[in-house]
C-alpha cells in the first residue's frame, strides 16, 4: 500500500493551494479517503473526508467553505483544494484510506501559511 501526498509549501495568508494524494497497491475505490492534518503541539484533527464513491463528503467546521475535498477513482487520487488560508493552517497535511478494519496512512505534506 502506498499513499504519497504532494503539492504542500509555503503560501501568503489568503492563498490558496492544491494537495493530491496517489494511492496504489489497494482497491482504492473501495475505501473512504481523508484528508487529516497536524500542527506542532496539536492532537492530529480530521480536516475533510470523502466517500468511496465520491458523492458523500463532510468538512471539520474550520475549514468548511474553504476547502474542497474530491477523488478520482480512475487516477486513484484525492485532492484538497484549499482557499483562503490562514495561519492556523499551518499543519502537516496527511492523506488517509480507510475500509473496514484497514488503515493506511501517507507520509504527509507541509504547509505553511506566512507572510
Known amino acids: 500500500v502506498q499513499l504519497v501526498e504532494s503539492g504542500g509549501g509555503l503560501v501568503q495568508p489568503g492563498g490558496s493551494l492544491r494537495l493530491s494524494c496517489a494511492a496504489s497497491r489497494f482497491t482504492f475505490s473501495s475505501y473512504a479517503m481523508s484528508w487529516y492534518r497536524q500542527a506542532p503541539g496539536k492532537e492530529r484533527e480530521l480536516v475533510a473526508r470523502?466517500?468511496?464513491?465520491?458523492?458523500?463528503?463532510n468538512y471539520a467546521s474550520s475549514v468548511k467553505g474553504r476547502f474542497t475535498i474530491s477523488r478520482d477513482n480512475v487516477r486513484n487520487t484525492v485532492y484538497l483544494q484549499m482557499n483562503s488560508l490562514n495561519a492556523e493552517d499551518t499543519a502537516v497535511y496527511l492523506c488517509?484510506?480507510?475500509?473496514?478494519?484497514?488503515?493506511?496512512w501517507g507520509q504527509g505534506t507541509q504547509v505553511t501559511v506566512s507572510s
Open positions: 470523502i466517500s468511496s464513491g465520491g458523492s458523500s463528503t
Open positions: 488517509n484510506a480507510r475500509w473496514g478494519t484497514r488503515d493506511y
